[in-house]
Every structure is written in structure tokens, then in C-alpha cells.
């Protein structure tokens, strides 16, 4: 039979394909097809949308200025200092969590210890027993960090006494503030709390902060603070991609504020503890690089018109994004579950859900967008070099713009895909990638994996609709 | 009963319904899959298996209904590594595929919830507009054909689509298209058949353009089997000839046969046009074309005209499929039962005082033809879709009197496959209407071909078997096989099987409903 010329494609169920191919025809294609959480309203939207050259045009113009901001924030490291003397609206009896609002009683396993293990950090109770009893009288309050220029990694936990680096965004002045990092294993942010994670977090306020607090005022007298997105784009081309590998990035600080460091009058076993405790740990560097993005990120909300979004953030039940033209609103669903690599003894069955402000990173270009150029991450999936490149060639797909500063080598210095927009990923039907730390779902165990996953279509659909109604 | 949900997944319907008979089976007890969809929830809550936490699940999200004593872990365990067989590639999210590919495409082949028909269709008409391409005789001289087998896509998103492709030079066959054969490659439910794009070099044959899907498979496998070729097989859609649609698929079938050399003459099927579109369709051909067209139009009257020009009307597919074959010097020879052996039939039944016929029919064209057929010897007869309102059965789960049932109507299949790869609820009726003490008669129909039931040998005859003791072997069995020996099951194949085991076998829909309208109308 003469079928050369034929070019089939089969848009659906497989079992056409299949009939295709038993009839010995070979010029078939087939495209497993998904409504990508799409109703038939959202397709009505996007008649709409489509139809509309007026819309698209103030979309377009509002969606590049929301990336010439992300691209022209000057995130430097200005102070550091206990929570409840900088961070917008903190008090004593305040906690604040990761991902969107949550209420105590429908938190996941690791955001419940760590929120324990933080209330007997401040004193408000003797143990973990009566700190639940304090929640449960309702004697704290709970709110995200994101609603107080804050972000934190995986629970996110932040409370009074807690110091903060301060990030400021040189160019529009505003603020935004992280935790200090503790370090891998049992860590409060992964809902560890037993006497020793407490016992740490004190050595932090005690030690730690009194010292870096001097670090960081000798930079700011010498060069405006550190400057973050210089550390980053460095750090990018030593293969790291500033979300789940912080390796370059830790020893780069390290090397910034070691001539500070030196000159302070500190002794020689402070000295080493501090640096110690900076060079164990290959992830200090992620909160400092989470509180550039929160304050790059923070600057767009609120740009009329934009479909770009400014936070996707995860409390480990759902995630939650906000859109720059849509401000304050967030738009939920249930949390994905990563693919990753687990530690010894621990399986998928033992994970939580995707947990934490972290993707504050891949809302501004790096993380798994960035990951072509950190080719050791995929290790975290199984995956191949050729996979990263993969992935981050999928999310020029669903951003706006290229980053100008974060440079990908081995794409001839083309710039991480930057500007995720919604509009985009509705007519693409692809998803952000993200890169993840994986939590026991038990509180008090900690990190069990790292891993990889797309974030869930739907509170893109929802954002998207709203988007539409709201400017059509 | 419960529901369990497996959040943000997709996998399409018939898949989940293949998986549902596996779980079912595997856990023996009834598991229901669908995905969360509004259409999908309404019919679960009908069905009464839909609970409040399937009631929240959305499209991205895999309802499963099944009893409560069903373990979770256990059953999602075993979808997990079903739908791991089915995308064996990796179980990391995939990659998306480069939708580019509809710029080389040339044939399309849809089958995606009607709900989304419109836009995804829509899509790629935009793609083909936006390339430089000329039409092309082998794609029926359009630029692309797109092939629909989605049903419950709203007329009025159908009537836009088809004016969109027409200005475009798209064809689109369908929606609810079952069948079509294109260039000698069959699409949805179709029979292997000789072609003109056959290595074998056929001159010239029939050209077919058929709004029912078993219409043209029936058409296609009675000229097969009396050696006649197939140009083209058309599929337009069922609801091509309605007001609304004005059979825009159809007259531009009409305008590429006219023109294709390789077509001698035309067969056009459908069941219930509207009597202004055929008119307007008679005016067509009349005014513009040469060739030879038969219409072969289920519940339209003719008012007794049997020709105009170039036109003739055919009572009946066998009809139809008669006179086109003797544009080739062909004789149509359909199965013969000889007076003699009627009486004996006859004579048979009347000693049991059985009085009725029941018929269970799995292609819709061919259950409204046997119904017109049988008219003529015993008046209208029930059915759940009957030529007369007035006879519509009172429940569908409830045969009386004579009735004829099409299995493929939505209230059977709802969240189950085609009765014609799914013989589960036929097997079941057929028992039921074997211990019915007033019936005489069964008639089926055997539908063959790609995609079909692989074995229907096997899935009937025991149940036949079964059903005959019941009766103590006085109910009379026909059946009627649409297919062709180049068919995977082989219609000679089938055939013998069937009438080893005492069912009267025909090879002509009509042949088999006259046989049976004259017993009954003589019990």
C-alpha cells in the first residue's frame, strides 16, 4: 500500500495508535493528550484572551517592565539581626511559617515540630508537650512568611529571638529577611526539635549572630554590604544552580567576609567555630540567596496587567503562587510529591509533601531553571547532564524574559530563563520545574532526600482565570 | 461504596476503562476509574458511586469508586504499576513533546473528552492556515484531514469547526465519526478492504461517504466480499445531514469523488437526515455532477420517488451496495433462506407458542435498519431508539413485545468501552432474553475489523451455549457478521463458528431481518 506521503498524528487514546501500527502503517506520531487541569472555562478564557490584541498588548508591556525589575534589583546583605526588631509586624507570640496560610491544625508532620521546637526556643514553654498545649489555647499566632518580606526554607520557621540576615535592594530600597542556615541532619527547618536542634539555634544567637553582625557591618562601611548577585552569578558557573547545591556559593561568602572576619577582636576558638560551622555546611549560602530573591521578587507585586508571578511557595500540604497583576491573592492546591534520591533507610512512602519558600529561586532564574549549568544536580533524579539541560531549555518556554546576570556557559552565556508566566504555562501546558530538600513526613526526623518535581498545574489554571476575568 | 483520589494524574478513558475491567477482576469486585471531570462526575453520581470527596476531584484528578472494604494502598499500588506499563518510558515527569508536529502532519486522528473537541481542533486548523501548502490529491484534496471519533461534542461547536476547516481546506470527518478508510488506511472501526491503493493496482471502484459508522463498515465489507474495490470511505459524522450542520463534510466528500478518477460511483449513507439538506444535497449533485449516486438515507421518504437524474434512492445498505456493484458487472448475492426452510422454522416455533423477536444489535445503523426492514413484515417494533416515538421501551433494562436494541447508545455504555469490544452487557441481555418465554426469535450482529473484539468466537458461544438450555433450544439465533477474510478475526472464520453451533449466520444485515420478519410475522 502506498502510505509514504500520509503523515499521521494520533491526538489522544493510545489504543488508535496502536491500530495504526497493526495495519503496518509507519508514518505515525502519537500525542498522549491531557487536559493540563484545563476546564472547558479556562479554554473559553483563552478564546477570550486570544482574541483581545488590546489585552495582549498592555500585557505584554506590563509583563517587560516586571522583568527589566527582577533583572535590575541590587540585592545586598546590609545587617543582621533578631527577628522582632526588623521584620515587619513580629511579636513575641508571632510565628511565621512557609508556603501560603495555614491553620496549626491541618499543618503537615515537620511544620508542627518545627513550630514546637521554636516556641520552647523562645522560652514560651518547658517542652515540646506544653508548647502544643500554648497552640492549641490558641496563645500563638501563625502567619507566612511571605506576608512579612520574610522567607524561609522547608517549614520556614521563624520566631521572635530568631536572627535574620537583612537583604536590601539597593535599586528600590525595600527589604526582605531569612534565617540563618543550621546546617544538614536534625534541623528545626526540617521539623527536628529535640534539645540538641534547640541547643544549636542558641549557639546561633549567642555566637553566631553577635559575630557576623560585626562581619556584615565592616562590609557595609567598606562596600554597601555584600553584594548577593555578584556571589550568585559566580557561583552559577561553578555549578552551582543556588537552590539545592550551594557549595560554590557557601565557600565564596566564606572567602568574602574572611577579611572582616579576621579583623575582629574574637578568639582564636570563636573564630574557628564560626568558620567551622560556615564551611560544614554546604547550604549557609541558600537562605542569604532566598532573602536577594524574596527582596527582587517583592518589588513587582502589584504591577498592573503583569501574568508573571512573584511568589510559589509551599507549606507542605498545598502550594501557592501570587501573580504580579493579581496582588496579595493566592491561588492554591495540593502540594506535588518530588521524585528524588532518598537517604538510606528512607523511601517515597516516608516523604512529605513539597515544603517550603525555597522556590523564591526559580521565581527569579535560578534553582532548577538555572539547572543546564549545574550539571551534578541531576544525580537527584537519576537523571543525565543532558536532562538539566533539558529542563531548563523547557522553562524558556514559560518565562518572559532571560536573566541579564545569570549566565548559562555552556548555552554561549545565554541568561536562566526568567519571568514565570502564567499565560504561558496555561497555553503550554508545562509547568514550572522545581528543585527540592525532601522531609520525613514525622516531625523530628529531618531531611530524608533531595528532588525534583513540576509544580502542580492547577492553581496556575485558577491564577490564570482570574487573571483573565479580572482584566478582560 | 467509596472514592479514593490520586491527585494530579491524567490518563485517557479508554485506558481507564481497559484498567477498570483488570482491577475488577484482579480484585474481584466492581472498581470504577474515571477521571475527575464535570461530565465524568455527573455520570458517577447517577450511577450512585460518586461520594463528597469525589465530588471535589478535578480533571487532573483519577476518581476511583470501589467498595469500602477495598485496601488503599493495595489498589493504588496496582494502578501504579498498570499506568507503568502503559508509559513504560520513565516514571519522571515526561518531557513535552514539540507540538510542531502538525506541521508535517497531513492526517489526524482525535480522540480526546468532546468537552476540549473544539479548542485542540481548533488549534490545529490555526497551524494549517498559518503554512504555505497546496491542497493535495491524496489527502481528498484539502491540505489536512482530521479524523473525530469524540462524541458529546456540542452541534454548535461542530458547525463552527467544519465552517472554519472548509475556509481553510481542512476535512474533518466527524464528530462521533466510528469509521472512515482513507488511501486504503482504515481509521476507528474499520474493515480491511480492497482498495484502489492496493499493491494489487485496482482501476477503479466505489467511493463511499457515510454518516454512520457500522453503515460504512457493513457497505465496505458487502463489496469486499463480492469482490468489489473501495475507492474512498468517508466518514462525515453522525449528525453531518442535520439542519444545523448542512452537511458540509459531506458535499465536500462529493466535490473530491466527483473529481477523482479512480470513481465510478457513490454511495451516500446516513440515518435520520433532515429532509432539507437531502434536497439541498439532491440539488447538489443534480446540478453539478456526472456520476452515478445512490443515497442510501435511513427514515427519509422519498415520496416514492426512486430516481431524479443522477440520483437513485436506496431503500437499504444492501440495496445500495446492489446496485453500485453493478456498475462492475457484479451480482450481489446476500444469504438465502429457501421458502421450504422457513415453514420448517415456522412450524417449529409455533409448537412452543414463543411469539416475539429480540435483537441486540451493537451498530447503530445497522439496529435502525433491521427495524425499517422488519416493518414491513410486523409494523414498528420497540426499542431504545425507535423509527416511531411512540415505541420507545418504557425502561431500557426491560425488553417487550418485539424489540431491537442498540447497545451503543450512551444510557448502556456510559464508563465502558464499544459494545463491539465490549460483549459484557450483550452476554448479560442475551441470558435475560433467553428465559423470556415469549420470545422466538434472537438476532445480533458480529462486528469485525481493527479494533474490534479480537475473539468474538470465543466471548459468544459458550453464553450462547448457555442461553439455548435455558430455553430448552426453542429460541431460533441469527446473527449477521460484518467483516471480511483479510479482517485480524476472518469473517470465514467466524461464520463457520457460529453456524457449527446452531446460529443461523447471514452476510446482509437486511437478508437476516426479512428471514426474521417473515417467521414472526407467521407465529
Not at chain 1, 550551594?246 to 576558638?269: D, M, Q, R
Not at chain 1, 496582588?327 to 534520591?341: C, H, I, R, V
Not at chain 2, 413484515?377 to 421501551?393: A, F, R
Request: with cysteine; hydrophobic share 40%.
Amino acid at each position: 500500500m502506498n502510505t509514504e506521503n500520509i503523515k499521521i498524528v494520533n491526538l489522544g487514546a493510545k489504543w488508535f495508535y496502536e491500530s495504526f501500527i497493526n495495519q503496518g502503517i509507519k508514518n505515525v506520531f502519537h500525542l498522549a493528550w491531557s487536559p493540563q487541569g484545563k476546564s472547558k472555562k479556562t479554554y473559553q478564557l483563552i478564546e477570550k484572551f486570544n482574541s483581545n490584541k488590546t489585552l495582549q498588548h498592555k500585557v505584554h508591556c506590563a509583563n517587560v517592565s516586571v522583568v527589566e525589575k527582577l533583572n535590575s534589583a541590587e540585592p545586598f546583605v546590609v545587617d543582621i539581626e533578631q527577628a522582632y526588631k526588623v521584620i515587619p509586624g513580629m511579636r513575641k507570640d508571632l510565628i511565621l511559617h512557609a508556603g501560603p496560610p495555614i491553620e496549626y491544625e491541618q499543618m503537615c508532620g515537620p511544620m508542627k515540630g518545627a513550630i514546637l521546637g521554636a516556641i520552647v526556643y523562645e522560652g514560651l514553654a518547658n517542652d515540646i508537650t506544653e508548647a502544643e498545649k500554648k497552640v492549641l489555647q490558641k496563645k500563638i499566632k501563625f502567619s507566612p512568611c511571605h506576608h512579612h518580606n520574610t522567607v524561609g526554607p522547608m517549614a520556614g520557621i521563624v520566631s521572635a529571638s530568631m536572627p535574620v540576615w537583612v537583604v536590601k535592594n539597593l535599586k528600590y530600597g525595600n527589604y526582605a529577611y531569612a534565617t540563618i542556615n543550621e546546617g544538614l541532619g536534625k534541623v528545626l527547618r526540617f521539623g527536628a526539635n529535640s534539645p540538641e536542634v534547640l541547643r544549636r539555634l542558641k549557639w546561633i544567637e549567642k555566637t553566631l549572630f553577635p559575630v557576623l553582625k560585626k562581619v556584615i557591618h565592616l562590609a557595609v562601611k567598606n562596600s554597601h554590604g555584600i553584594n548577593v548577585k555578584t556571589l550568585t552569578s559566580q557561583a552559577l558557573t561553578m555549578g552551582d544552580e543556588c537552590h539545592n547545591r550551594n557549595v560554590a556559593a557557601t565557600n565564596l561568602f566564606l572567602k568574602e567576609i574572611l577579611p572582616y572576619l579576621i579583623e575582629l577582636p574574637i578568639s582564636k576558638k570563636t573564630f574557628l567555630e564560626v568558620v567551622k560551622f560556615i564551611s560544614s555546611n554546604p547550604h549557609f549560602f541558600l537562605n542569604i540567596s532566598m532573602a536577594a530573591c524574596k527582596s527582587t521578587a517583592d518589588v513587582v507585586e502589584g504591577t498592573k496587567y503583569s501574568s508573571i508571578i512573584y511568589t510559589m511557595a509551599r507549606n507542605g500540604v498545598e502550594i501557592g503562587i501570587r501573580v504580579a497583576g493579581l496582588p496579595k491573592q493566592w491561588f492554591t492546591t495540593t502540594a506535588g510529591m518530588p521524585k528524588g534520591l532518598y537517604f538510606s533507610g528512607y523511601t517515597e512512602k516516608d516523604a512529605n509533601p513539597d515544603l517550603g519558600d525555597s522556590t523564591i529561586s526559580e521565581v527569579c532564574g535560578i534553582g532548577a531553571f538555572a539547572m543546564a549549568g549545574s550539571p551534578a544536580i541531576v544525580k537527584f533524579v537519576g537523571g543525565s547532564p543532558d536532562d538539566a539541560v533539558k529542563y531548563t531549555n523547557e522553562m524558556y518556554k514559560i518565562t518572559y524574559g532571560t536573566h541579564q546576570t545569570y549566565l548559562i556557559p555552556q548555552f554561549n552565556f545565554r541568561g536562566t530563563p526568567l519571568g514565570i508566566d502564567i499565560i504561558k504555562i496555561i497555553q503550554e501546558g508545562i509547568t514550572p520545574i522545581i528543585n527540592t530538600g525532601i522531609a520525613h513526613k514525622q516531625p523530628g526526623i529531618g531531611q530524608i532526600g533531595a528532588g525534583i518535581l513540576y509544580a502542580p498545574v492547577d492553581c496556575f489554571v485558577q491564577a490564570f482565570e482570574k487573571f483573565v476575568e479580572t482584566y478582560l | 461504596m467509596k472514592n479514593i483520589i490520586k491527585p494530579n494524574c491524567f490518563y485517557d478513558s479508554i485506558f481507564l476503562m481497559q484498567l477498570s475491567e483488570k482491577l475488577s477482576s484482579e480484585l474481584s469486585c466492581k472498581i470504577t476509574l474515571m477521571m475527575g471531570t464535570e461530565a465524568n462526575k455527573m455520570l458517577l453520581k447517577e450511577q450512585g458511586l460518586l461520594t463528597s470527596l469525589g465530588q471535589n476531584a478535578k480533571v487532573n484528578d483519577l476518581i476511583i469508586c470501589c467498595p469500602d472494604n477495598v485496601n488503599e494502598g493495595e489498589i493504588l499500588e496496582l494502578i501504579t504499576k498498570h499506568t507503568f506499563e502503559q508509559q513504560p518510558v520513565s516514571d519522571v515527569p515526561t518531557l513535552q513533546v514539540d507540538k510542531d508536529i502538525y506541521a508535517v502532519a497531513n492526517l489526524v486522528s482525535v480522540s480526546i473528552p468532546g468537552e476540549f473537541v473544539y479548542y485542540e481542533v481548533k488549534k490545529i486548523i490555526q497551524k494549517v492556515k498559518s503554512q504555505k501548502i497546496e491542497p493535495q490529491k491524496l489527502l481528498l484534496n484539502h491540505k489536512m484531514c482530521i479524523f473525530i471519533f469524540s462524541d458529546n461534542v456540542p452541534i454548535e461547536e461542530e458547525v463552527k469547526l467544519k465552517q472554519l476547516a472548509k475556509k481553510n481546506n481542512v476535512l474533518i470527518m466527524g464528530p462521533d465519526c466510528g469509521t472512515a478508510i482513507i488511501n486504503g488506511i482504515g481509521l476507528g472501526f474499520a474493515n480491511k478492504v480492497r482498495t484502489v491503493y492496493d499493491t494489487a493496482g485496482y482501476k477503479s471502484g466505489i467511493g463511499i461517504i457515510s454518516a454512520g459508522g457500522t453503515g460504512l463498515q457493513a457497505i465496505t465489507s458487502m463489496i469486499h466480499n463480492c469482490g468489489g474495490v473501495i475507492t474512498q470511505g468517508i466518514g462525515t459524522g453522525s449528525r453531518d445531514l442535520s439542519d444545523k450542520v448542512g452537511g458540509v463534510t459531506t458535499i465536500e466528500s462529493i466535490k473530491f469523488l466527483e473529481s477523482d478518477p479512480t470513481t465510478k460511483c457513490i454511495i451516500i449513507f446516513s440515518k435520520q437526515p433532515s429532509k432539507k439538506v437531502v434536497n439541498k444535497l439532491v440539488n447538489y449533485i443534480t446540478a453539478y455532477c456526472k456520476k452515478q449516486y445512490i443515497l442510501s438515507l435511513i427514515g427519509f421518504e422519498s415520496n416514492g420517488q426512486k430516481k431524479i437524474k443522477n440520483v437513485v434512492f436506496a431503500e437499504t445498505t444492501e440495496a445500495a451496495v446492489e446496485y453500485a456493484l453493478k456498475h462492475f458487472g457484479i451480482k450481489f448475492k446476500p444469504t438465502v433462506v429457501s421458502k421450504t426452510e422457513v415453514e420448517q422454522v415456522v412450524r417449529k416455533l409455533k409448537k412452543t407458542k414463543r411469539k416475539y423477536v429480540r435483537g441486540l444489535y451493537s451498530g447503530g445503523s445497522l439496529c435502525d435498519e433491521a427495524m425499517l426492514v422488519l416493518k414491513r413484515y410486523i409494523g414498528d417494533v420497540y426499542s431504545n431508539t425507535p423509527l416511531n416515538p411512540n415505541y420507545k421501551i418504557p425502561s431500557a433494562w426491560e425488553s417487550c413485545e418485539h424489540t431491537i436494541i442498540d447497545l451503543g447508545d450512551d444510557i448502556y455504555t456510559r464508563g465502558k468501552p464499544h459494545p463491539m469490544i465490549d460483549f459484557s452487557f450483550r452476554k448479560e441481555r442475551l441470558l435475560k432474553e433467553a428465559q423470556d418465554k415469549s420470545v422466538a426469535v434472537i438476532m445480533f450482529d458480529i462486528v469485525l475489523g481493527f479494533g474490534a473484539n479480537p475473539d468474538p468466537v470465543k466471548e459468544l458461544l459458550a453464553v450462547i451455549k448457555h442461553a439455548k438450555k435455558l430455553c430448552n433450544n426453542e429460541i431460533l439465533f441469527c446473527a449477521v457478521i460484518v467483516g471480511t477474510e483479510l479482517d485480524p478475526q476472518n469473517v470465514g472464520y467466524i461464520t463457520k463458528s457460529f453456524s457449527k453451533s446452531g446460529v443461523l449466520t447471514f452476510n446482509s444485515n437486511v437478508a437476516m431481518a426479512k428471514f426474521v420478519g417473515e417467521v414472526v410475522k407467521n407465529l
